[in-house]
Structure formats: C-alpha cells, structure tokens
C-alpha cells in the first residue's frame, strides 16, 4: 500500500493557563510554608529559647513549647537548664610538694534568669567556659593547703571546701553548682609506699599501747583486790577482838569430828586440833619365830 506525502501536519493547541495556576498554587504553597516555618518555633522541654533578632538579644527567655517570631531575622537559641553532670580530670599539688591526680564529676544546672546573661558572655558550652575552670581553681586551691596523706584521707572534707570556694568564684545566682564529687584519687608508688608503711606502724603502736594499757588494768585490779583482801583480814580481826565467841563458832564450822587437844591450862591454854590418823601400813605383818634353844649337855 503506498504512502500519501501530501497530507498536511496537524497542530496541537495547548492551553497555558490550568498550567500556569498550578505552578502559581504551588509557588504560593511553597512561600507560605516557608514563612510559617521562619515565623514559628517550637522549644523542647528542659530548655529556655534566647531569641535573636539582627544581632541583638532580647532579655527574656522564650518558655518551652510553640510561639511565634518574625520571620527571617530572628533565631531562637537553645540553652539547657537541666541538671547536667560532666566529668573531667584534675592534677593538683599538696602542701608537701606532692602531685595527686584524680576525676571530678561536676554536677549543675543553668537557672532561667541567667540563660540570656550566659548566652551574651560566655561563648559555647557552659561547662568548659565556665564551670570548669573555677572548679579546678577552687581544688587546687584546698588541695594546696593539705598534705596528700590529708588529701587521701579526708576526701570528703577536701570535697567540701572546693565546692563551697567553686559556688562564690561562679556566683550563686548566676549558675547553680549542685555537687562536686572526687573520684580515684592517685599518688605517685613511693609515696602511696610510705603511707601504707606508716598505717602498718600506726596499727603496731596503737596494738603495743593496748597491750600496755591492759597490763596497767590488770596491775591495777591485782593492787585493789589485795587492798580489799587486806581490809577483809583487818575487820575480820576487829570482829574477833571484840566477840571472842566468833572462834568458837569458826571452830564448830571448821570442825572434823575430832577431839581437840588441850595445850597448858589456864589463860595459856590452846586448843590443838589431833592430827589426823596415820593410815595402816600396806606392809603385811611378819610372824615371829620362837628362837631355837641349845641343846643340853649331860652329865
């Protein structure tokens, strides 16, 4: 079948308009959104928004949840003000010259009246522009004032003071430092050898000063029951001096059933309690031959 090249082309119309409104509701769409989302925000919980607008701050704090701000010159920075706690490591010297190392764990919190005063001065993370470095002054500071034995021993008071010395450098009301808790606490070898060598001869001379102590308890318990003894044997003579019928009654209950012997007479006389009688010889008795007579001569 042949092929007709005479046909004419046709012409398709398009009509520019329907295209035209939906590229011009998308635009409008698009524009909307945008403006809501630069005049609008939305401040998690635990947070305060310092709002910002052309460089300047403004002084309030935006509370957390959604609000709106004007559009396109105006950003609302985040700050925390929960409580938050950060560890860091601290090298320090006793007043003995003696390096003693150990972990800071620093716990505090922003308060909603300084989140914009924070924000204006101090630039990046709280923490490690402000907190920080007057905690590790406030334990340098203590710890130069002990020894490291001191250090060691009295943690919690050494804990104390750097916390209270760390509130008044920072300020009370201008960020509020909860806690400052001390954690593995190290010293050089030698001398963490000379203060385990110098416990081991606490501990001896507090054992030999017991030892001593109860020697003197018991020395002075033996000096007072001979006293009492003493003073026992003193009254037991006033009572016989005065009622001679006191030996009697001894005699009668330290009697053994025997007949007491009489020694001299009158006021001379004694009582002699009898010895008690031989016992019987376990020898058998021998039995006496009659002696052999010679016999007679006769006459």
Same mark, same amino acid.
């Given at each position: 079948m042949a092929k007709n090249w005479n046909t004419p082309p046709r012409t398709i119309t398009v009509n520019p308009a329907p295209i035209l409104r939906t590229? !011009?509701?998308?635009?409008?769409?698009?524009?909307?959104?945008?403006?809501?989302?630069?005049?609008?925000?939305?401040?998690?919980?635990?947070?305060? !928004?310092?709002a910002v607008t052309l460089g300047k701050v403004d002084p309030a704090p935006r509370a957390e949840g959604f609000g709106f701000k004007q559009p396109f010159i105006t950003a609302i920075r985040p700050m925390s003000v929960r409580q938050q706690t950060r560890s860091m490591q601290a090298e320090c010297y006793s007043s003995d010259l003696q390096q003693v190392k150990m972990e800071v764990h620093v716990?505090?919190?922003?308060?909603?009246?300084?989140?914009?005063?924070i924000f204006q001065q101090?630039? !990046?993370e709280p923490f490690d522009n402000l907190v920080a470095p007057r905690v590790l002054e406030a334990i340098k500071e203590v710890a130069a004032t002990q020894s490291a034995e001191q250090i060691?021993?009295?943690r919690q008071e050494v804990k104390t003071k750097a916390l209270d010395l760390a509130r008044k450098k920072i300020g009370p009301d201008f960020l509020q430092l909860a806690d400052v808790v001390l954690y593995n606490l190290t010293l050089s070898p030698e001398l963490e050898q000379?203060?385990?060598?110098?416990?081991v001869q606490?501990?001896?001379?507090?054992?030999?000063?017991?030892?001593?102590?109860?020697a003197q308890i018991e020395a002075d318990t033996a000096i007072i029951r001979a006293k009492g003894e003493a003073e026992a044997i003193g009254v037991r003579g006033q009572?016989?001096?005065a009622n001679p019928a006191f030996v009697k009654l001894e005699m009668i209950q330290?009697?053994?059933?025997?007949?007491?012997?009489?020694? !001299?007479?009158?006021?001379?006389a004694h009582l002699m309690l009898q010895p008690p009688a031989q016992p019987a010889s376990a020898t058998p008795n021998r039995q006496v031959r009659p002696t052999p007579q010679a016999p007679q001569r006769r006459q």
């Open positions: 590229l !011009g509701i998308a635009v409008i769409i698009f524009v909307v959104i945008v403006f809501l989302s630069t005049a609008t925000y939305i401040v998690q919980p635990g947070y305060r !928004g310092v716990l505090y919190r922003i308060p909603e009246q300084s989140v914009v005063k101090f630039a !990046g060691v021993k009295k000379a203060i385990e060598l110098k416990m606490e501990q001896e001379a507090a054992k030999a000063k017991f030892t001593q102590l109860k009572a016989l001096k330290n009697w053994n059933g025997r007949s007491p012997l009489v020694v !001299g007479s009158g006021e001379g």
